[in-house]
Every structure is written in C-alpha cells, then in structure tokens.
C-alpha cells in the first residue's frame, strides 16, 4: 500500500515536472508547403519546444487574430505575402520584436520598418519572384519580356492568370501600380481581361499546367511553383517543363516584382521570448537552406549560398528585382482591388 501511493505521489511529481517542461509555440501559418514540415520538426528536435500550427490563408490569418483579440492562442504569425505582413503590422496585430541575431541577418529592404525604441513589427525569411511563364511554340520571348506586354493587344486570347484579388496578384498589381501610375494601371489591368485565354481559375501550377497543354500561351506564376515543377521526377512535369519557356520580365526597366515570405509575433503571445526564439531559427543557415533547397525560394539572411540547381537554371544564376518599398504596395491594394472591381477582372 505504502508503495503504492508512494509510486503514485512519484508519478504526479514527474508528470507536473514534464508539464513544467513542455513548451509549446502556437503557429497561424499562411505557408503552405508540405516540404515545410521538415524545417518545423528540425526546431522541436534542436530546442524541445513543440509547435501546434493552425493552416489557413493570409486573409483567414489576420481575421482570426482580431476576431480573437486578447484571448488569442497564437504566438507567431507566418505570412506570405509583404503587403499582407504589412497589413498585420498596421492593424496593431503584431508585437514588435527587439533581437539583435534578426537585424544582423536581415537585411532592412526584407523587414518592417522599426518603431522608435530599435523594434521591428515583422521579418521577412525568403523571396519569390512573380514571373512570365510562355508555350514555347507559339509565344516569342520578346513579346512577353515585361509585365506590361501581358495587356498588349499582340497577346489576345492568350492569358492564364489566377484571381486577381489573390494576395500574390494584389501585391505585383500594386507595385505595378506604382511604376505606371494609376491610370495606365487601370488600362494595363482592361488589356490582360481582354486577353484572357478563359476566367480565371484555380493556382500558379495550374496556368503553368495550362500552358502546357496549349490551353493558354502565356501565364503568370510565382518562382517556387515553376522550380518545383523542374525538380520533379514525374513524367507528366517534365513534359509541362519542356513544353514552357519562363521569364523574369522588366529586366531592362524596373525589374522583376518580388515578394516576402515572413513572420512575426503575435500581439497577445503568451511566449514571446520562445516565439522570437523560432524566427531567430528561420533565419539561421540550415532554416535558410530548407527554403532555398526544400521549397525553391530565395533566402534572405546574409551570407547563405543558394545551391539549388532549378533557380540556377531558371535565372541563369541572377536577375534584377524592384527595389520599391514594400509598404508601398501595401497601400496601393485597395485602389487595385477597386480597380479590377472597374475593369471586370475577377
Ligand atoms: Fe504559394
């Protein structure tokens, strides 16, 4: 008896210690890359601290933080997109983080701007280009070299795009926006509706798949999707990457549009110190590596080498990218969403 309640005593003292030592981070992420599950696995292997992650979009993300308020769980936000990033930091929804390791390896072009006592709302982890994919047999290079010529009447019939109110379309309208001004813009966006292949539909990959099958001849994708295509061993890939030429259009103007893959700290975070711990680790040199190798981006942390054999090919080992402020776009995104409200771009 006696051993009995002395094992039982010795039992709640060891499940109260484990309780005691586990931590746990609570994630809202807007990535959504299976690849991904590698670098979260790597973190609770190096530091023991769990990760509960709740999936859902850029949108879904910030709605849920404000509907949840005080009483929110979350602890770090995970975006895709700057202007979305931005977003988050305007709406008060992010607290800003003081760590000397992020502003070493970020540079300030790929972070929120910092409030007055040294602190930044938000960093940016990885980059993707938004770039020109073409059917090789019936699209000419030069007529699809910059994003202007995709609302050229040459290329009626011929665009396949995703939903213009999509976070990756705002953010390159926005920017676009602000190279054309406002109302060449507005023509700009008329001629790519004139020049839809069909209504837009579906992801990246599928108006790459499109172009493939000769449904489209010109198509608009983030890098990563394209790269993933050209490292995958499937026959049917490969068959679409033969058949698609790509460009990274604006090389002689502006350059191409990039955006952000990001995170932050949730405003109400039980666990900031755990949290900035986490960001700390995306932005080190394996964490660096996974993005760049695992899901085909670029990694933004000084000093990391990129070895990865689709974006050597793809750019031809570098290409010039916008360099106008990210907040910027950020605010430029209601006046595109009204504008494609205008010219019927769904
Ligand atoms: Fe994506």
């Given at each position: 008896m006696k051993t009995r309640i002395a094992l039982a005593c010795l039992l709640s003292i060891v499940s109260a210690t484990t309780l005691a030592q586990e931590q746990v981070l609570n994630i809202y992420s807007?990535?959504?890359?299976?690849?991904?599950e590698a670098l979260y696995a790597n973190f609770t292997k190096a530091t023991g601290i769990k990760l509960n992650r709740v999936d859902a979009d850029d949108a879904g993300i910030l709605a849920r933080l404000k509907a949840e308020g005080a009483a929110s769980p979350a602890d770090i936000i995970l975006l895709v997109d700057a202007s979305r990033l931005w977003r988050g930091e305007t709406d008060g929804l992010f607290q800003p983080i003081k760590s000397k390791l992020l502003d070493d390896a970020i540079p300030a072009q790929y972070r929120g701007k910092a409030n007055a006592n040294g602190e930044t709302p938000w960093y940016g982890f990885s980059t993707r280009a938004r770039v020109i994919v073409y059917d090789k047999l019936k699209v000419k290079k030069e007529d699809v070299d910059t994003y202007e010529e995709l609302g050229d009447p040459k290329n009626t019939g011929k665009l396949c795009i995703r939903s213009g109110s999509h976070p990756y379309n705002l953010s390159l309208f926005g920017s676009v926006t602000e190279h054309m001004g406002e109302a060449a813009a507005e023509q700009w966006l008329k001629g790519m509706v004139a020049n839809m292949a069909r209504a837009p539909k579906g992801g990246d990959t599928d108006q790459i798949k499109a172009v493939a099958s000769g449904e489209c001849g010109i198509a608009v994708s983030n890098s990563y999707y394209l790269a993933r295509l050209m490292r995958s061993t499937k026959p049917e890939d490969q068959t679409v990457i033969e058949r698609v030429g790509v460009v990274f259009p604006n090389q002689s103007t502006w350059g191409t549009h990039v955006n952000i893959a990001g995170g932050a700290v949730a405003k109400n975070a039980k666990n900031p110190a755990n949290a900035i711990k986490f960001l700390e680790y995306l932005a080190s040199a394996s964490a660096q590596d996974h993005f760049a190798n695992g899901n085909n981006e670029w990694p933004v942390a000084k000093g990391v080498k990129i070895n990865n054999p689709a974006l050597q090919a793809m750019t031809g080992g570098s290409f010039k990218s916008e360099t106008i402020p990210i907040s910027v776009v950020g605010m430029n995104q209601v006046k595109v969403q009204q504008m494609l409200d205008r010219v019927g771009f769904k």
């Open positions: 807007a990535r959504h890359y299976p690849t991904d």
